[in-house]
């Protein structure tokens, strides 16, 4: 069993084993207080009105925000809520071989929850992938053909209480090496509630319009997406739907992130990578990050940092330097697309500074808190039994 889940703000989408058929759940759970028995999406909504028990259906709110809620004499962090929510998901799945859950946005607040959960019901990290709604969308390019992405592809993403415009751009260098790029734009005041009436969907029509003509300006493009639940009747986006259909074909999915979520899986466990390819989304890197460093009195570049990887996993990476007479540290970034390069500078503390016949053995921590904010820690660590290391340290965000 191989399964792509999406979140969205208010639902979780499953799609198991290719099925055309995705579960859509709401992200709610509740709690029957007699029995203790948990209850998720629509089995928790409908527990509330029929006994009166207590319901979370903001669950992707409380996951972002760090937010408690009590339900009955007990009060629940969003760790151990997400935790449960999962568990009571992936128990209606037998023998499940892989599972990758993409969001909208990369961001760490919800990765270590939803990793959290996932290690709770698993164990085992190999079996299971977070990432993002970007990343989800390469897999479903690659299981096209060629000739699907002769130009740009692009995704127009409606959900509850957002639009984003996703596009897949490829690039090849000197090298003959590709460069898919994803980039994305997202147009966050337009909410579902907007399509209740005549009058709002108008509105909506217009919106989408002026939206759809920004992001699509003057390039060529193969095909175009629609997504999410503000497509599922796109019978009263007249003008829209003139437009784009006049400029690519377009097919419409509404669960197409679960669906492309599915495929990511796939990706992952029959290692469906081609290394002439270098993917840049919003989960991975877009720049190559190298230590200048002097070494027997030579410059030397040590990579820390290769484009093309997750960011996610790159927490606290360490980096041990011996450092004489410098009294900063050089670092080159290079932005692989662009091919621009620019340098920052980390200077070296005073108190971090030897006498000319001492040795000093500098620690470099470094994590992504986004994608193009990369964060430094530079700590004193000693010289063995020669100098021993002091609570010493300094940082720098690199933006990339």
């Avoid at 408690?68 to 004499?73: Q, S």
């Avoid at 709604?133 to 995704?155: C, G, Q, R, T, W």
């Avoid at 690039?171 to 399509?195: G, M, R, S």
């Avoid at 108190?351 to 001492?358: G, H, P, T, V």
Wanted: contains cysteine; proline residues 1%; glycine residues 4%.
């Amino acid at each position: 069993m191989v399964l792509g889940i999406s979140l969205d703000e208010n639902f979780a989408y499953v799609c198991a084993d290719g099925d055309k058929n995705v579960l859509s759940l709401p992200f709610a759970i509740g709690k029957n207080l007699n029995n203790n028995t948990w209850f998720i999406g629509d089995e928790a909504i409908s527990e509330n009105v029929d006994n009166g028990d207590l319901v979370i259906d903001k669950l992707y709110y409380m996951i972002g925000n760090d937010v408690n809620a009590r339900i009955g004499e007990t009060s629940y962090d969003a760790k151990e809520l997400t935790k449960l929510f999962f568990n009571e998901l992936l128990s209606k799945y037998e023998n499940i071989e892989y599972l990758t859950v993409v969001i909208r946005k990369g961001n760490v607040k919800y990765l270590d929850k939803i990793k959290y959960a996932l290690m709770s019901y698993f164990k085992d990290s190999n079996k299971f992938k977070i990432s993002t709604y970007s990343e989800s969308f390469v897999s479903y390019i690659k299981s096209k053909d060629e000739n699907y992405m002769n130009n740009i592809v692009s995704l127009f993403d409606f959900t509850e209480k957002a639009l984003t415009y996703y596009e897949l751009v490829r690039y090849v260098d000197d090298n003959n090496l590709e460069y898919w790029k994803v980039n994305t734009e997202e147009h966050l005041a337009l909410p579902l509630d907007l399509l209740s009436g005549d009058t709002g969907k108008k509105v909506c029509d217009n919106l989408l319009y002026d939206f759809a003509k920004r992001c699509i300006a003057d390039d060529k493009y193969s095909n175009i997406i629609l997504s999410g639940l503000g497509f599922s009747d796109t019978s009263s986006y007249r003008d829209f739907m003139t437009f784009i259909c006049s400029i690519a074909n377009v097919e419409t999915d509404i669960y197409f992130f679960a669906k492309s979520a599915y495929l990511l899986s796939l990706d992952i466990i029959n290692n469906n990578y081609d290394n002439n390819i270098m993917i840049i989304t919003d989960a991975r890197t877009m720049a190559s990050i190298k230590l200048i460093a002097t070494v027997n009195q030579v410059n030397t570049k040590i990579e820390l940092i290769k484009p093309g990887i997750e960011w996610f996993d790159i927490k606290d990476n360490t980096f041990d330097i011996i450092v004489d007479k410098d009294n900063e540290l050089r670092f080159e970034i290079l932005k692989v697309i662009e091919r621009v390069v620019t340098e920052e500078k980390l200077s070296i503390p005073s108190n971090m500074i030897l006498r000319d016949d001492k040795t000093n053995l500098l620690q470099i921590s470094f994590s992504f808190s986004e994608q193009r904010i990369m964060q430094l820690t530079l700590s004193d660590k000693g010289f063995g039994e020669f100098y021993e290391s002091r609570i010493a340290t300094t940082g720098k965000e690199i933006k990339i």
